[in-house]
Every structure is written in structure tokens, then in C-alpha cells.
């Protein structure tokens, strides 16, 4: 049988072959799925574009109002008390009449006391004038003069006693305490009254160690009470020791009362700022955690999921301010729980949470 020549052999096999592979529909079947190949689908994410902004770092610390001054009057003599002359919750000034211990002997004893100098005075006339007439010596006369001196100090002793039954306010405030009664007696020393100073007063909160290089006097204070009400002022002392119980530095804040209508004793808010910072406002449900437990912000970058640790440095109505993501970034607002970092996704404008589109 006679052989074909190599080479119209060849092309026939050709031929043949590509007969047999547009046969099989190779040209006219469907790109396979990603479901056949086994490759994931990328993940579509809602991002919106965020800038750092400059924000305040604020200390914020719980604690209460103390008023300015408070002082505890004493009894500067013994005695009985005779009577009140103002009553609680007045307001004094220094000098006012608080209250007068009776007099039992002291009147006695001051004409006793007149009368002993009125004798020594004229003693001590009579001897000058003998002595001057030669009629006796010198050291006489100084003998009565001694004696004059000391009658006229017992007398000067009396009348202060007797000054120091009347007992007075030793600086303008309010009588917060009437520690003793109307017939109570009291002993030199004895507690009378307490009087509080409420303009200015004092907000005073107890410092973390870790955060005691953070505030020093002078700062501004911002102060915030319950009732939703706020004074300004300025931190005026911290304590250069820790309180070993707590580990905590006392802080003093103060704040002007005028019109006295803040009462000492009520729970204050005070907050410090303590520096400025560039931070992002974010939502509180975009923070997440990593497999580390650090919490951070979801993103975008170059079409990957990428994981930026952040601390927050303050939280309020609308939101948390974060530092330590990038200055610009493309937050994840939307699927970010389903996405890992290193994943790539397709993204979609979406805003953040509570914001709204725009």
C-alpha cells in the first residue's frame, strides 16, 4: 500500500483535532464560576473617607464641692452660753456678734480690779511726791510704780475676759453648725460654731497616679453638675503626695459663687483639658477587637482590609475621638464585621453610622 507523504499527513491530523475540540463546545461554554473554581468572591464593604481633626484631650475626673474655707469658732474664755444672736445658715461678716456667754462674777471682778489700780495710782503719787521732798528713797517710788503696772494689767485682763464673752465671726461666711446651745458651757477652747466660706468654692477630685504629669495649677477646669449646670475655673493645687490608701493625688479646682447659689457637699464633674491632638470621631459600633484583643478601626487600603490599633481619648454624645489610625483613611462603615485584615474587597461609598447619607 502506498504511504502519504509526511507532511499533508501532518496537517490532516491537524485537522482532524481541532474538528474534534470545537466539537466539544470548549469556544461556547461559560467562564467557570467561583463557586467551581473554589475561589472566594470579593466582599463588598461600605467606606467613607475620614480626616483627622484637631480635638482637645480632656481629663475627666468625678468628685465633689467643698467650700473654699471652714472654720470652727472657739471660746476664748469659760462661761455658759447666754444667748444666740444669729441663727443657722446666716450670713456673717468678720466682726458680727455669733453668740455671748454669760457674766456671772466678771463685773466683781472688774470694779474689784478698777479699784486696785485707783489705790496703786495713788500710792504711787504719794511716794513720787515724798521722794521728790526727799522724805523717802527712790527705790520706794519704783516699788509702787511695779505695783501700779501690774494693778493696771490685771485690770486690762479683766476687760479683755469680759470682751471674750461676746463671741465673734472670725471671717465673712455662713454659720453652717451652731455647735453649741443656749446653756451650754464651754471650756477655753470650746467649739462654738462652724462657719463655711462658699465664694469661692472648691471642686476637688482625686488624680490617678498615672495620669498626675497631666495636670499641674493654673490649668483651666470646666466643672459640670447634675442638674446639668457648669462653672469655669482653675486648678489652684495638687497635692505633691499620694494618699497611700488610694494612690491618688488630691486636686483642687476653683470656681467663683457669687451669689452663693451653689451649695458646698454636691457631686461635681471637673473636667481638664490636658492637650490637643489630631483624632478621629467615629461611632462607638465600628470599634473592633483583633485576634490580639486590641481594639482598633477597620479600612480600606490598595483594595485590602487593613486593621489600625486606636485609643480613645474622649467620648461624648455624638460619638468617640480615637487616635492612632492614619489622618486619612477609608473607614470601613459597612461589613466590616465579615471581612478580615488582608482580605481584598470591592468598596462602596456608605456613611458611618448615625450620620446619614449624604
Known amino acids: 500500500m502506498p504511504r502519504l507523504p509526511r507532511r499533508p499527513l501532518t496537517i490532516l491530523t491537524i485537522l482532524i483535532l481541532a474538528a474534534a475540540w470545537i466539537g466539544s463546545g470548549v469556544l461556547t461554554r461559560p467562564a467557570p ?13 461600605g467606606v467613607a473617607q475620614r480626616r483627622a481633626e484637631p480635638v482637645e484631650e480632656l481629663l475627666v475626673l468625678q468628685g ?9 469658732v472657739r471660746a476664748e474664755t469659760a462661761g455658759q452660753v447666754a444667748e444666740w444672736a444669729v441663727p443657722r445658715g446666716a450670713q456673717v461678716a468678720e466682726g458680727d456678734l455669733l453668740a455671748r456667754l454669760k457674766m456671772d462674777d466678771r463685773q466683781a471682778k472688774l470694779r474689784q480690779a478698777e479699784a486696785r ?38 485690770l486690762e485682763a479683766v476687760r479683755q475676759d469680759i470682751e471674750n464673752t461676746e463671741l465673734r465671726a472670725p471671717m465673712d461666711g455662713i454659720v453652717n453648725r451652731r455647735i453649741a446651745e443656749r446653756g451650754d458651757f464651754l471650756a477655753v477652747g470650746g467649739q462654738l460654731a462652724e462657719i463655711v466660706v ?3 468654692l472648691l471642686a476637688v477630685v ?28 482653675e486648678v489652684t493645687f495638687v497635692a505633691p503626695v499620694a494618699e497611700p490608701a488610694t494612690r491618688t493625688f488630691r486636686l483642687e479646682a476653683t470656681f467663683p459663687n457669687p451669689e452663693g447659689e451653689l451649695p458646698s457637699g454636691i457631686s461635681a464633674e471637673v473636667i481638664i483639658p490636658v492637650a490637643e491632638t489630631e483624632a478621629h470621631r467615629v461611632s462607638p459600633a465600628l470599634l473592633a477587637l483583633d485576634d490580639d484583643g486590641r481594639l482598633g478601626l477597620k479600612a480600606v487600603a490598595d483594595g485590602e482590609v487593613v486593621f489600625h490599633e486606636v485609643e480613645v ?3 461624648d454624645r455624638d460619638g468617640v475621638w480615637v487616635t492612632g489610625a492614619p489622618a ?14 488582608g482580605e481584598a474587597v470591592a468598596t462602596e461609598p456608605s456613611p458611618a453610622p448615625g450620620e446619614g447619607r449624604p
Open 198 to 200: 462658699n465664694d469661692p
Open 206 to 233: 482625686r488624680v490617678p497616679q498615672h495620669r498626675i504629669r497631666d495636670v499641674e495649677p493654673g490649668q483651666e477646669a470646666r466643672i459640670r453638675f447634675l442638674d446639668g449646670s457648669t462653672a469655669t475655673g
Open 33 to 45: 464560576t467561583a463557586e467551581e473554581t473554589g475561589e472566594r468572591p470579593k466582599m463588598t464593604v
Open 328 to 341: 486619612t483613611l477609608d473607614l470601613i462603615t459597612v461589613g466590616g464585621g465579615f471581612v478580615r485584615p
Open 64 to 72: 465633689d464641692v467643698e467650700p473654699d474655707s471652714r472654720m470652727v
Open 117 to 154: 489700780v485707783a489705790g496703786a495710782e495713788s500710792d504711787y503719787e504719794a511716794t513720787r511726791t515724798m521722794a521728790e521732798d526727799d522724805f523717802t528713797a527712790e527705790l520706794q517710788v519704783d516699788v509702787k510704780r511695779a505695783e501700779l503696772e501690774a494693778a493696771r494689767a490685771q
Open 313 to 315: 481619648i474622649r467620648a
